[in-house]
T-cell receptor, first 115, second 112 residues
Framework: DTAVSQTPKYLVTQMGNDKSIKCEQNLGHDTMYWYKQDSKKFLKIMFSYNNKELIINETVPNRFSPKSPDKAHLNLHINSLELGDSAVYFC??????????????FGPGTRLTVL | AQSVTQLDSHVSVSEGTPVLLRCNYSSSYSPSLFWYVQHPNKGLQLLLKYTSAATLVKGINGFEAEFKKSETSFHLTKPSAHMSDAAEYFCVVSGATNKLIFGTGTLLAVQP
């Protein structure tokens, strides 16, 4: 009965490969996010979707492409992986009406290592 | 633009002693402020939030924070540290376009 789940938990891959990370929430929320946490633990938002529509798109290389097939899922596809993509990626969700208070619920994270 | 500054990257306390994690914010309007905790190899958990109601906010696990507009501060405190409090703590402000802006984190160590 995990609220926000991510798969896989760990991902080790070679430079140049293409990989996907999946996120699912069972909280009935309509807004989902992807954050990147670098090696210094700094967290920064990448994307946000509300009702399957992209509403936040930070300055992220276009090798990163989010996809939201429905309100409960937000996947992140990364093309041509680079060493600098190594990080922990967190998914989060909230209900749009609560966005002013921003209680976002976070997944456990996916640790991506690019060799 | 909104931002937060966590004044200490590392804080070490003894079990049973008070905890103080400092955070200053910058915001062009009345902000929403949060503290999140991240235990080792875990996701982020909301400790507490301030959204222009009471300036003293109580959170989970005995933590609380006080919003001080005159000092632009939102420090996190706990009267008595427990070993299980050892974790990374993030001060967060809500920015324009409704996105969260994280501080750089404070690693809390609790000594037995």
């Amino acid at each position: 009965d995990t609220a926000v789940s991510q798969t896989p938990k760990y991902l080790v891959t070679q430079m140049g490969n293409d990989k996907s990370i999946k996120c699912e929430q069972n909280l009935g929320h309509d807004t989902m996010y992807w954050y990147k946490q670098d090696s210094k633990k700094f967290l920064k938002i990448m994307f946000s979707y509300n009702n399957k529509e992209l509403i936040i798109n930070e300055t992220v290389p276009n090798r990163f492409s989010p996809k939201s097939p429905d309100k409960a899922h937000l996947n992140l596809h990364i093309n041509s992986l680079e060493l600098g993509d190594s990080a922990v990626y967190f998914c989060a969700s909230t209900q749009w009406r609560d966005r002013g208070s921003h209680t976002q619920y976070f997944g456990p994270g996916t640790r991506l290592t690019v060799l | 633009a909104q931002s937060v500054t966590q004044l200490d990257s590392h804080v070490s306390v003894s079990e049973g002693t008070p905890v103080l994690l400092r955070c200053n914010y910058s915001s062009s309007y009345s902000p929403s402020l949060f503290w999140y905790v991240q235990h080792p190899n875990k996701g982020l958990q909301l400790l507490l939030k301030y959204t222009s109601a009471a300036t003293l906010v109580k959170g989970i696990n005995g933590f609380e924070a006080e919003f001080k507009k005159s000092e632009t501060s939102f420090h996190l405190t706990k009267p008595s540290a427990h070993m299980s409090d050892a974790a990374e703590y993030f001060c967060v402000v809500s920015g324009a376009t409704n996105k969260l802006i994280f501080g750089t984190g404070t690693l809390l160590a609790v000594q037995p």
